[in-house]
């Protein structure tokens, strides 16, 4: 994944370009570059590395110009590098391009153009982009993009700009996201939303098959076959400061303090005031629910583990087998779905190249998809039959915290629905389930008050090498996550696994120098997660225990505790991860790393 920004207006483009592409660094952070008109001529600047390398080169070097284009690169086809950073430019470096996807045939078109006579000068599949278009120009540069396209297979968003043109930008999109700014005395385009409110509100979500020519003051939407597209401009609401740090030091704590808002947000958008689920933008006949014999969840990382508790909840309440599947699997298996299967595509992105495979050969073989996403606009809203949209706002941090709950908030109000709509719950038990639910927001504000508690326990803890992660039923997905989160900010080794599993191999890991942390809140199987605790103390493991305030089970047995407020054994996941996000936090900081851009992840994963 990658992010793109493109400005053309009546100011100068540098500020405007840096500040998108400041916003869309979550999206890759490999390499950053910009290309701007500089007189009659383009100007390149780009390095390997973040963002600040390419401020330190703009610092050196004063420009100032009206048009220009930017790019924050995660490395997917050639090493991070100088030469492989977007923008690319063309032989005779009269066109450059940004770029967001894949280009799957860009071996055969590389060596097509080499043959006429292109030299190439990365190994990027971007690159042939420009050459191509370079192949294709004759004088107009919409037209010579639009040839272009037509000879490329994959995905992309991309940003054209060319000297010989320098009072346009053009775009084009297929299965990576694009969004127009239409501003007063500017127009732009980028990956997101928010990488363009501080220049303006009024926004256009491009689909796929659509290119763009955007001018200072006007603009043109135009299908691939060169039919005008009228689209409607949307007033953007969002606050910037939503997408800024808001005073905490880092975007992941920020969002970890977030989660009492977003889950209620979440909520508010799928049940009513008096507890009656409304599922607004499921748009399916509740007919076609009603006649469903098995759901089939698809998701990755966390989001595999809010499918988890999903999992759970919905054959806890609506009595209908439910099979869980990572994305990665799923799409290549032989599938056994038809038009009585729901499939639950859960994305808080909405672009992870997997699931949305997953979603089309479920699509395919005639199931109902219903995608679970944060991202308004997203691929993925755009192929699903149904929607579920959560509510957490915009999420920066890399490692997923607030969309987290809010997807498991969202799978609870699902589980009523399909109950409600099978006839296995009555009213009465969805109402009494879902007022339950606004329960939720105050006890996860209640399990944050522990953060300074939490905070020493991790810094204790900090320098250990491997975890174990423990817990029985819903705390399965729970020690998953928290190893997850532990493992991908602090890069220590850790791993989550069902405490009774824990006997047949994992329990040789054992050792003065593995911490466990058992998920042990209350619940029918606390005794059994008793016992299995007490047989990695008895080899010597130092314990921290997730346990409800109150409850002295553990006193004696774990080193550490990490209080959360009691909720019921089925709500408890969405409590019970907060302790264990600040803990992986708080690990990760006394480690000194960047928790909000960890190596070698990226925010979306657009590719296999
Ligand atoms: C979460 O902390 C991870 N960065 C990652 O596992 C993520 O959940 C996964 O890539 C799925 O992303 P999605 O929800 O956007 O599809």
Same mark, same amino acid.
């Given at each position: 994944?990658?992010?793109?920004?493109?400005?053309?207006? +009546?100011?100068?483009?540098?500020?405007?370009?840096? /500040?998108?592409?400041?916003?869309?660094?979550?999206?890759?952070?490999?390499?950053?570059?910009?290309?701007?008109?500089?007189?009659?001529?383009?100007?390149?600047?780009?390095?390997?590395?973040?963002?600040?390398? *390419?401020?330190?080169?703009?610092? +050196?070097?004063?420009?100032?110009?009206?048009?220009?284009?930017?790019?924050?690169?995660?490395?997917?086809?050639?090493?991070?590098?100088?030469?492989?950073?977007?923008?690319?430019?063309?032989?005779?470096?009269? =066109?450059?391009?940004?770029?967001?996807?894949?280009?799957? @045939?860009?071996?055969?078109?590389?060596?097509?153009?080499?043959?006429?006579?292109?030299?190439?000068?990365?190994?990027?599949?971007?690159?042939?982009?420009?050459?191509?278009?370079?192949?294709?120009?004759?004088?107009?540069?919409?037209?010579?993009?639009?040839?272009?396209?037509?000879?490329?297979?994959?995905?992309?968003?991309?940003?054209?700009?060319?000297?010989?043109?320098?009072?346009?930008?053009?775009?084009? +999109?297929?299965?990576?996201?694009?969004?127009?700014?239409?501003?007063?005395?500017?127009?732009?385009?980028?990956?997101?939303?928010?990488?363009?409110?501080?220049?303006?509100?009024?926004?256009?979500?491009?689909?796929?098959?659509?290119?763009?020519?955007?001018?200072?003051?006007?603009?043109?939407?135009?299908?691939?076959?060169?039919?005008?597209?009228?689209?409607?401009? /949307?007033?953007?609401?969002?606050?910037?400061?939503?997408?800024?740090?808001?005073?905490?030091?880092?975007?992941?704590?920020?969002?970890?303090?977030?989660?009492?808002?977003?889950?209620?947000?979440?909520?508010?958008?799928?049940?009513?005031?008096?507890?009656?689920?409304?599922?607004?933008?499921? +748009?399916?006949?509740?007919?076609?629910?009603?006649?469903?014999?098995?759901?089939?969840?698809?998701?990755?990382?966390?989001?595999?583990?809010?499918?988890?508790?999903?999992?759970?909840? %919905?054959?806890?309440?609506?009595?209908?087998?439910?099979?869980?599947?990572?994305?990665?699997?799923?799409?290549?298996?032989?599938? *056994?779905?038809?038009?009585?299967?729901?499939?639950?595509?859960?994305?808080?992105?909405?672009?992870?190249?997997?699931?949305?495979?997953?979603?089309?050969?479920?699509?395919?073989?005639?199931?109902?998809?219903?995608?679970?996403?944060?991202?308004?606009?997203?691929?993925?809203?755009?192929?699903?039959?149904?929607?579920?949209?959560?509510?957490?706002?915009?999420?920066?941090?890399?490692?997923?915290?607030?969309?987290?709950?809010?997807?498991?908030?969202?799978?609870?109000?699902?589980?009523?629905?399909?109950?409600?709509?099978?006839?296995?719950? !009555? @009213?009465?038990?969805?109402?009494?389930?879902?007022?339950?639910?606004?329960?939720?927001?105050?006890?996860?504000?209640?399990?944050?008050?522990?953060?300074?508690?939490?905070?020493?326990?991790?810094?204790?803890?900090?320098?250990?090498?491997?975890?174990?992660?423990?817990?029985?039923?819903?705390?399965?997905?729970?020690?998953?996550?928290?190893?997850?989160?532990?493992?991908?900010?602090?890069?220590?080794?850790?791993?989550?696994?069902?405490?009774?599993?824990?006997?047949?191999?994992? =329990?040789?890991?054992?050792?003065?120098?593995?911490?466990?942390?058992?998920?042990?809140?209350?619940?029918?199987? %606390?005794?059994?997660?008793?016992?299995?605790?007490?047989?990695?103390?008895?080899?010597?493991?130092?314990?921290?225990?997730?346990?409800?305030?109150? @409850?002295?089970?553990?006193?004696?047995?774990?080193?550490?505790?990490?209080?959360?407020?009691?909720?019921?054994?089925?709500?408890?996941?969405?409590?019970?991860?907060?302790?264990?996000?600040?803990?992986?936090?708080?690990?990760?900081?006394?480690?000194?790393?960047?928790?909000?851009?960890?190596?070698?992840?990226?925010?979306?994963? !657009?590719?296999?």
């Amino acid at each position: 994944m990658c992010g793109i920004v493109g400005y053309i207006g +009546k100011e100068d483009c540098i500020n405007p370009l840096v /500040a998108g592409l400041t916003s869309l660094e979550y999206r890759g952070y490999d390499s950053a570059g910009i290309a701007i008109l500089n007189g009659d001529s383009l100007k390149v600047l780009k390095d390997e590395g973040k963002l600040s390398r *390419l401020k330190d080169l703009l610092k +050196k070097n004063e420009l100032c110009s009206n048009i220009g284009i930017g790019h924050t690169r995660w490395a997917t086809h050639g090493a991070p590098s100088k030469e492989n950073a977007h923008p690319h430019t063309c032989c005779q470096d009269k =066109i450059a391009v940004v770029h967001n996807g894949i280009i799957e @045939n860009h071996s055969v078109l590389r060596e097509d153009l080499i043959k006429k006579g292109h030299k190439f000068s990365s190994e990027t599949d971007t690159e042939i982009i420009a050459h191509l278009i370079e192949d294709f120009y004759e004088g107009d540069l919409k037209a010579a993009v639009s040839k272009a396209i037509g000879f490329l297979k994959g995905s992309f968003a991309l940003v054209v700009m060319s000297s010989d043109n320098p009072k346009l930008i053009v775009t084009a +999109k297929q299965d990576s996201p694009m969004v127009l700014g239409i501003g007063k005395n500017a127009n732009l385009v980028a990956s997101d939303i928010p990488a363009l409110l501080g220049q303006t509100r009024e926004m256009i979500i491009m689909d796929n098959g659509e290119m763009a020519v955007l001018g200072q003051d006007s603009y043109q939407i135009i299908d691939f076959d060169g039919n005008p597209v009228n689209k409607a401009i /949307a007033h953007i609401s969002w606050d910037q400061e939503a997408a800024e740090k808001g005073g905490f030091e880092d975007f992941m704590l920020k969002e970890i303090h977030e989660q009492p808002v977003a889950v209620r947000e979440t909520l508010r958008g799928l049940i009513d005031d008096d507890g009656t689920v409304n599922l607004k933008e499921l +748009k399916i006949d509740s007919s076609r629910i009603k006649d469903i014999n098995r759901v089939v969840i698809i998701a990755c990382g966390t989001s595999y583990h809010a499918g988890l508790v999903g999992n759970s909840a %919905i054959e806890s309440w609506a009595r209908i087998p439910v099979e869980l599947d990572i994305a990665s699997e799923f799409r290549y298996r032989n599938l *056994l779905v038809d038009d009585k299967t729901l499939v639950i595509a859960i994305t808080q992105s909405g672009e992870t190249a997997d699931t949305l495979a997953g979603l089309r050969s479920a699509k395919d073989k005639g199931a109902i998809v219903v995608a679970v996403t944060n991202v308004v606009g997203s691929s993925v809203t755009r192929e699903a039959d149904g929607l579920i949209y959560t509510h957490a706002g915009p999420e920066i941090g890399v490692a997923a915290t607030k969309t987290f709950t809010s997807q498991i908030a969202a799978l609870y109000v699902i589980a009523l629905f399909i109950a409600q709509v099978k006839g296995r719950l !009555t @009213n009465e038990e969805i109402k009494k389930r879902s007022v339950k639910l606004w329960d939720i927001p105050e006890l996860i504000k209640q399990a944050l008050t522990q953060e300074e508690n939490i905070k020493k326990i991790a810094q204790k803890y900090a320098k250990k090498p491997d975890f174990l992660f423990l817990g029985r039923g819903l705390g399965v997905p729970i020690a998953l996550e928290g190893a997850l989160k532990l493992k991908e900010i602090s890069y220590i080794h850790a791993e989550g696994c069902a405490a009774g599993e824990m006997k047949h191999g994992p =329990i040789a890991l054992i050792d003065d120098d593995c911490p466990v942390v058992v998920v042990a809140t209350n619940s029918a199987t %606390i005794d059994k997660v008793k016992a299995n605790t007490e047989e990695v103390k008895a080899r010597n493991a130092q314990i921290i225990a997730v346990v409800n305030e109150g @409850n002295h089970i553990f006193d004696g047995v774990a080193d550490d505790l990490l209080f959360v407020p009691e909720i019921s054994d089925i709500f408890s996941p969405i409590i019970n991860i907060i302790p264990l996000q600040l803990f992986a936090y708080y690990v990760a900081k006394a480690k000194g790393c960047n928790v909000d851009q960890p190596r070698n992840l990226a925010k979306s994963v !657009t590719v296999e």
